[in-house]
């Protein structure tokens, strides 16, 4: 576990993903895991905490995330943008991306999901909530947040904070063909 | 309509909200229209293209795109932080929130849905899938893109770019309670 990490309220969870980061989607059944990146997650409600996340039905970890009904979402800082590329690029049918990679996970506190703390800002354990017409039509699966975590540098009391001192760790968004842009530059809306 | 304005290839249209853009959601049935801002929206196709967006069963928005089978997407710039946050804090039921902050809006070549130009990146327009159970349970409407355009100084030949002499149409993604982060300054991630 990193140092930086603390546990997030799952009032807060949505937030996290609230402005649409690529995240990295782990997995894990009997003694097979897998992580692969995923630039289609949104929150659908606040409480409780559930998401959509589409995962292709031809791909391992939708096998994995059937199998064991549940899955990790885990936000890629910017340090991570090759490594994210690159595990959106191959399967892990064959082989363990974790050890490829020398991608460090350790167990979600719930559901024993792999979530990676090392070079990401957060991670969500979500409980896959079965809803098999949408997965089979949309490739979109359901999730409740049941734990999160965030770096407390860059996430803290439920709220985000992206700083010059913090690049590393801002959240990263796929424009497609491995070119990423970086959340950051904080715009404050005026009160309505 | 804008001058800079092009059509966009459907094939691409996914890459218009692939990185998670906080987007305006427009709806039109009989003389009555709105517009709302919406945090949680991706797509779940590339082809045929279609996304999927949370809009909440208790708001007019909804009631409007239930009963006209559409709906649009806008892109607000930064430019547009301020009507952004706007849009999503008050209901028009009672009022026209286009006239009530002087947004200009033309009409979607296909649907007919109100699509906004000016300060916005690009636009898609979209049919309802109707799908009761995730409409009801999750407040998840899915939709097919039936044409989209995007302001070719930000977005053309399919592709964004994101750069110093666009900022002002740079697509936004809400943080929560008024914070938003642009994005920008884009990481090109190594071939795997």
New interface residues.
Partial sequence: MSPHFRAVALEHAS?LV?????VLVTSAHGDRRNVMAA???????FTPP?I?V?IDKHTWTRELVVASGAFGLCLPG?AL??L???VG??SGRALDKFARHGIAASLGPVLGMPVIETGCAAWLECRLIR?P??EDA???C?GEVVAAAADARIFADG??S?RDDNAELQT?????????????????????
């Avoid at 609230?18 to 690529?22: A, K, L």
């Fill in positions: 937030r609230n402005h649409g980061p690529t630039a289609w997650s949104m929150p659908v409600e559930r959509a589409v910017a943008v090759d994210t590329y690159a690029q191959s809803e017409h949408t949309y490739d979109t359901f709220r985000w992206f990263i968004h796929h424009l497609g063909g491995g070119n990423f842009v970086r959340a950051g530059g904080v715009l404050r809306a005026a009160a309505p």
